[in-house]
C-alpha cells in the first residue's frame, strides 16, 4: 500500500475466515488550499479498501468481497488501543461468533 499512499499505512490487521479487520493510520499532510480534493484523509479510506480489493481479488482469481464496509474513525489513543486489542484477540472468539457458518456434527 505505501507504494500508494505514502502517508498511509496498516498498522494491525487480522484476516478471519469470512471477515477483515484492521487498522488503517494516515499521517494528516492535508492541505485544504494546496491538495486535491481526493486526498482529504475522509476520503483515503474508501481509495485504499478499494485497493486492496482490487489488488487481492486479481491476485486469487475471483471477487472474494461483499460490496459494502464499515469503517470507523478512532479518535484517540484509548479507543486505538481498545481496537488494537479487538483485532489481537478476534480469532479466540470466532467459534463463538454469530457468523461462524462452521457445523460440528457428533457421531455416535
Do not use: C
Not at 57 to 77: A, T
Amino acid at each position: 500500500m505505501t507504494d500508494t499512499y505514502d502517508n498511509a499505512t496498516i498498522d494491525n490487521y487480522v484476516i478471519m475466515p469470512n471477515h477483515v479487520h484492521m487498522i488503517i493510520s494516515i499521517r494528516n499532510e492535508y492541505d485544504e488550499a494546496s491538495a486535491p480534493r481526493a486526498s482529504r484523509p475522509t476520503e483515503l479510506i474508501p481509495r485504499i479498501i478499494a485497493i486492496i480489493k482490487r489488488k487481492s481479488n486479481k491476485l486469487y482469481g475471483f471477487d472474494m468481497w461483499q460490496r459494502s464496509y464499515y469503517d470507523h474513525v478512532i479518535r484517540n489513543e484509548k479507543e486505538y488501543l481498545r481496537m488494537w486489542e479487538y483485532i489481537d484477540e478476534n480469532p479466540a472468539r470466532w467459534e463463538d461468533d454469530e457468523n461462524n457458518r462452521t457445523f460440528f456434527y457428533e457421531i455416535t
